[in-house]
């Protein structure tokens, strides 16, 4: 089945700087790719995905990049910001399948210091 | 409604003891999943339904845990003689179809405590 490694497990950063996150996976059939983020206590939320027929993709001071030889893709966060801060996942659809089963990474805790 | 509903909140509940955990998707949406989430982890898929029915159960852990579906609506998760194991954050999400073109949408869970 899909495996997906998440790095850092926690990063923290100035107010302002970039942060990146980086996830690989194993399925080289996988084709979606989405970001969640986590408020303590509270549901995630999908902040952005990406599709396998794109390489990269941007919403305002957030971007994905994926690269699918290699298998890996990364959240990009650009001028931080304090409600920045909480916990991201990236995930992988299934390969093979058709119906959205996601498999997650183990989280990155984003700390972003005023 | 307007986003996934997940009930109880939050549940305490001695060892050996079923539970009950309830979702309400959004209006419409087709598909639905229940993921786990033990404290610091990242979610675990346990079982996807495309309408009532449950193609994909290779997520629950074991044959304590059982799922069901009724009007194409309300999931209820059941775990039966709960470990202490069992204790984590139960979630729900939905989307519109059953795809990878369709987002998941989450509830807030259920948090879920064996004493």
């Known amino acids: 089945g899909e495996n997906v490694e998440q790095h850092p497990s926690t990063l923290s950063v100035q107010e302002g700087d970039s942060a990146v996150i980086k996830c690989t996976y194993s399925?080289?059939?996988?084709?979606?790719f989405p970001w969640y983020k986590q408020e303590l206590g509270k549901r995630p939320q999908l902040i952005i995905d990406i599709r396998s027929n794109v390489g990269e993709k941007k919403d305002q001071r957030i971007a994905v990049t994926l690269n699918k030889t290699a298998k890996h893709f990364s959240l990009h966060i650009t001028e931080t910001q304090p409600e920045d801060s909480a916990v991201y996942f990236c995930a992988a659809d299934a390969g093979g399948t058709s119906y959205g089963k996601l498999t997650f990474g183990q989280g990155t805790i984003l700390t972003v210091h005023p | 409604g307007a986003g996934v509903s997940q009930s109880p909140s939050n549940k305490v509940t001695e060892k050996g003891k079923d539970v009950e955990l309830r979702c309400d998707p959004i209006s419409g949406h087709t598909a639905l999943y229940w993921y786990r989430q033990r404290l610091g982890q990242g979610l675990e898929f346990l079982i996807y339904?495309?309408?009532?029915?449950?193609?994909?159960k290779s997520g629950l852990p074991s044959d304590r845990f059982s799922a069901e579906r009724t009007g194409e609506s309300v999931s209820t998760l059941t775990i039966q003689r709960t470990q202490q194991e069992d204790s984590a954050v139960y979630l729900c999400a939905s989307s519109l179809t059953p795809s990878s073109n369709q987002p998941q949408h989450f509830g807030d869970g259920t948090r879920l405590s064996i004493l």
């Open positions: 339904f495309q309408g009532n029915s449950a193609p994909d």
């Open positions: 399925d080289s059939a996988s084709n979606y």
